[in-house]
């Protein structure tokens, strides 16, 4: 199945408490990347430590958004000791792969609230990362 790795994270993710996840057939993402944005920007440089992983991919070629909110304790239980945390499967194109080479949970605990990561390639697909 093409959403087989991304799948699979969003199913622990459904069966944890405090997750959420979200996947929508749109034609014009920009507006929930807006809204995340902005939410992003509202909890830039709040202190203490973030309670959530934020992530929100779109597949141009699918038309599909899927947003996740994974709880950090969720984040470190995903992690199997590689360098990379999250694998969205064929999920997000070239803006999908360039986020798994770079996302790492070392990374992630280091960082404050705030966006991570965020890619958008030509083609349309697009993924941004942050911390709430």
Do not use: N
Request: hydrophobic residues 45%; glycine residues 10%.
């Amino acid at each position: 199945m093409r959403r087989a790795s991304l799948a699979g994270i969003l199913a622990a993710a459904v069966l944890a408490t405090g997750c959420f996840v979200e996947i929508d057939e749109v034609a014009d993402p920009q507006p929930a990347f807006a809204r995340a944005r902005a939410d992003a920007a509202r909890v830039q440089g709040r202190p203490g430590r973030p309670g959530h992983l934020e992530v929100l991919v779109y597949d141009r070629a699918e038309r599909e958004l899927v947003r996740a909110s994974l709880p950090m304790w969720l984040v470190r239980k995903i992690d199997d000791g590689d360098e990379t945390l999250l694998d969205f499967g064929d999920e997000g194109g070239e803006a999908a792969e360039r986020v798994r080479s770079r996302l790492r949970l070392k990374d992630i605990e280091q960082a404050g609230r705030g966006i991570l990561l965020e890619v958008e390639e030509e083609g349309g697909d697009q993924v941004l990362v942050w911390l709430r």
